[in-house]
């Protein structure tokens, strides 16, 4: 179905009583410690609501949003994106409450949500320690509005960008698509836009385009890395490739802020369309489709091939804008799910039962920490992916892959990296393996910086390094999950994604 064919998904009659029922329980003081807030829309308007008050919005017809009631405090009231920069900030304000936290483009990122048709009747928010002990208690976490779990580091360096260093400004993710296929030099259709549906603009003010646009550009995205983390370490020396790009470019202080749920395969399918997680379709890792009373999977080892099969008709690529300008471009997708109209792509090899060689274990290849390798096995097969990743990013460049020869450079690379999520998640993101992840990510994307210079084409080359979401240390101590509160209440309903909750449905 087209975008504009959606009907928001309003809470329907017949699950008001349940969802008044839930709310009073989710917002009474006995849950505050893990509940920041429940986000749900009826009406025609949104509601964000929390032990300490409520707020009441809705669209104003100009792309803004109106403020209808408070009551309280609002829990959204504060939306700056400024907030707990630099790092010493962010560690002197470790898990602030509510009152103290910023949840920037709030109203904008609850309303997407609820756009799109599968959407839950409440969407909860963990609190910002909270640690989700039955998950696996991470010690680092993400997926809420807070300012933390939202912002991705952003750098933005070469061919057709301004080199001014950091500076203190934002954006959002859905603004990489738009600003890459501008470094391209890819014409805007009539009303101003690269993509069909996008969210996005085009960071105008780190570009200049004078000298001419940027042959091929090359988006790295290091999962959910902490961005206060990577600046850091790369003004202090341990992420050489990383401050070299920064070195000669654009790095976002304050961040880009992923799309509402701050997760995985949401955002990362943003990226490369340019739209919010309710407009292009990946509306969680895991949702539940009442039309088909299916539950939907997508982001699993199982599931990642085909995943993009539940984006909506009519979503857009960078791939997609490239090959319409230009029909014999070659565009590839490293390690990427969201691999839309990509001529290369990893997940073309599973589609086709054609897996690479997959090495056993990650010793003795190349950037991988052993001290961590050993103890961790998430540590250990994200470094094995992401060196298949590297060495696949490093064969295009040179001009083959395994079997397969590429007389094109690539005019667009998407390279995804996981280990810094899996690192960041396993120790929080203050922590060493999280360290040795960012280390290890900068080694190997500094084998991909080689290539491309290799291949004699650097200084026409753009390169934009991103996240996918944030990454927020937990309180082992703040544990525990509203279900059981909600259960024992006698409310049916299931839970997917952790927090988008589906009332009246049997749980799955
Ligand atoms: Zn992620």
Same mark, same amino acid.
């Given at each position: 179905?087209?975008?504009?064919?959606? %009907?928001?998904?309003?809470?329907?009659?017949?699950?008001? $009583?349940?969802?008044?029922?839930?709310? $009073?329980?989710?917002?009474?003081?006995?849950?505050?410690?893990?509940?920041?807030?429940?986000?749900?829309?009826?009406?025609?308007?949104?509601?964000?609501?929390?032990?300490?008050?409520?707020?009441?919005?809705?669209?104003? +017809?100009? +792309?803004?949003?109106?403020?209808?009631?408070?009551?309280?405090?609002?829990? @959204?009231?504060?939306?700056?994106?400024?907030?707990?920069?630099?790092?010493?900030?962010?560690?002197?304000?470790?898990?602030?409450?509510?009152?103290?936290?910023?949840?920037?483009?709030?109203?904008?990122?609850?309303?997407?949500?609820?756009?799109?048709?599968?959407?839950?009747?409440?969407?909860?928010?963990?609190? $910002?320690?909270?640690?989700?002990?039955?998950?696996?208690?991470?010690?680092? *976490?993400?997926?809420?509005?807070?300012?933390?779990?939202?912002?991705?580091?952003?750098?933005?360096?070469?061919?057709?960008?301004?080199?001014?260093?950091?500076?203190?400004?934002?954006?959002?993710?859905?603004?990489?698509?738009?600003?890459?296929?501008?470094?391209?030099?890819?014409?805007?259709? %009539?009303?101003?836009?690269?993509?069909?549906?996008?969210?996005?603009?085009?960071?105008?003010? !780190?570009?200049?385009?004078?000298?001419?646009?940027?042959?091929?550009?090359?988006?790295?995205?290091?999962?959910?890395?902490? !961005?206060?983390?990577?600046?850091?370490?790369?003004?202090?020396?341990?992420?050489?490739?990383?401050?070299?790009?920064?070195?000669?470019?654009?790095?976002?202080?304050?961040?880009?802020?992923?799309?509402?749920?701050?997760?995985?395969?949401?955002?990362?399918?943003?990226?490369?369309? +340019?739209?919010?997680?309710?407009?292009?379709?990946?509306?969680?890792?895991?949702?539940?489709?009442?039309?088909?009373?299916?539950?939907?999977?997508?982001?699993?080892?199982?599931?990642?091939?085909?995943?993009? *099969?539940?984006?909506?008709?009519?979503?857009?690529?960078?791939?997609?804008?490239?090959?319409?300008?230009?029909?014999?471009?070659?565009?590839?997708?490293?390690?990427?799910?969201?691999?839309?109209?990509?001529?290369?792509? %990893?997940?073309?090899?599973?589609?086709?039962?054609?897996?690479?060689?997959?090495?056993? !274990?990650?010793?003795?290849?190349?950037?991988?920490?052993?001290?961590?390798?050993?103890?961790?096995?998430?540590?250990?097969?994200?470094?094995?992916?992401?060196?298949?990743?590297?060495?696949?990013?490093?064969? @295009?460049?040179?001009?083959?892959?395994?079997?397969?020869?590429?007389?094109?450079?690539?005019?667009?690379?998407?390279?995804?990296?996981?280990? %810094?999520?899996?690192?960041?998640?396993?120790?929080?993101?203050?922590?060493?393996?999280?360290?040795?992840?960012?280390?290890?990510?900068? +080694?190997?994307?500094?084998?991909?910086?080689?290539?491309?210079?290799?291949?004699?084409?650097?200084?026409?080359?753009?390169?934009?390094?991103?996240?996918?979401?944030?990454?927020?240390?937990?309180?082992?101590?703040?544990?525990?999950?509203?279900?059981?509160?909600?259960?024992?209440?006698?409310?049916?309903?299931?839970? *997917?994604?952790?927090?988008?909750?589906?009332?009246?449905?049997?749980?799955?």
């Amino acid at each position: 179905m087209a975008l504009t064919d959606q %009907t928001p998904a309003w809470l329907t009659p017949e699950c008001e $009583a349940d969802a008044d029922a839930a709310l $009073a329980i989710l917002t009474d003081s006995a849950l505050e410690p893990i509940v920041d807030m429940v986000l749900l829309a009826r009406n025609g308007a949104y509601e964000a609501r929390s032990a300490e008050g409520s707020v009441q919005f809705r669209r104003d +017809g100009n +792309g803004g949003y109106e403020v209808l009631d408070t009551e309280g405090t609002s829990p @959204i009231a504060d939306q700056s994106t400024d907030r707990f920069v630099p790092l010493e900030e962010e560690v002197a304000h470790k898990n602030p409450r509510r009152r103290d936290n910023a949840y920037p483009h709030a109203f904008d990122h609850t309303a997407q949500l609820f756009d799109h048709p599968a959407a839950p009747d409440l969407c909860v928010l963990h609190s $910002a320690d909270h640690n989700w002990e039955d998950q696996g208690g991470h010690r680092g *976490e993400h997926g809420s509005l807070g300012i933390i779990q939202a912002r991705a580091p952003l750098v933005l360096a070469g061919k057709g960008v301004r080199n001014d260093g950091l500076v203190p400004r934002s954006a959002r993710l859905v603004d990489i698509a738009p600003t890459v296929l501008e470094l391209l030099g890819i014409d805007r259709d %009539t009303d101003g836009n690269h993509l069909n549906g996008q969210d996005g603009v085009v960071l105008s003010d !780190s570009l200049d385009l004078s000298a001419g646009s940027a042959k091929h550009v090359v988006v790295l995205l290091f999962d959910g890395t902490n !961005s206060n983390v990577l600046y850091d370490m790369a003004a202090r020396g341990e992420a050489p490739n990383v401050a070299r790009l920064m070195g000669m470019g654009t790095a976002y202080q304050h961040g880009a802020m992923a799309g509402m749920p701050t997760v995985t395969l949401a955002n990362h399918t943003s990226v490369v369309t +340019g739209r919010l997680p309710g407009h292009h379709g990946i509306l969680h890792n895991a949702w539940f489709d009442r039309r088909t009373g299916q539950q939907v999977i997508t982001n699993s080892n199982a599931t990642w091939p085909t995943a993009m *099969e539940s984006c909506v008709s009519g979503v857009d690529s960078i791939h997609d804008a490239v090959h319409r300008a230009e029909p014999g471009a070659f565009t590839a997708a490293v390690n990427e799910p969201c691999d839309l109209g990509a001529d290369y792509s %990893t997940f073309h090899f599973f589609r086709r039962g054609d897996v690479p060689p997959i090495p056993k !274990s990650p010793e003795g290849l190349p950037h991988t920490t052993d001290r961590f390798v050993r103890p961790s096995k998430d540590y250990s097969w994200s470094s094995v992916v992401d060196h298949m990743g590297a060495d696949q990013a490093v064969g @295009i460049w040179g001009g083959s892959y395994r079997d397969e020869s590429y007389a094109q450079l690539p005019r667009f690379m998407f390279c995804n990296f996981t280990l %810094t999520d899996s690192a960041m998640h396993e120790g929080g993101p203050h922590s060493e393996v999280a360290a040795a992840a960012v280390r290890d990510s900068d +080694g190997r994307m500094g084998e991909i910086l080689t290539a491309v210079e290799k291949a004699g084409v650097f200084d026409d080359t753009a390169f934009v390094l991103i996240a996918d979401h944030g990454m927020e240390e937990s309180d082992p101590s703040v544990n525990g999950d509203w279900d059981v509160a909600l259960r024992e209440a006698g409310l049916t309903f299931r839970d *997917e994604g952790y927090g988008f909750l589906y009332l009246g449905e049997q749980p799955g």
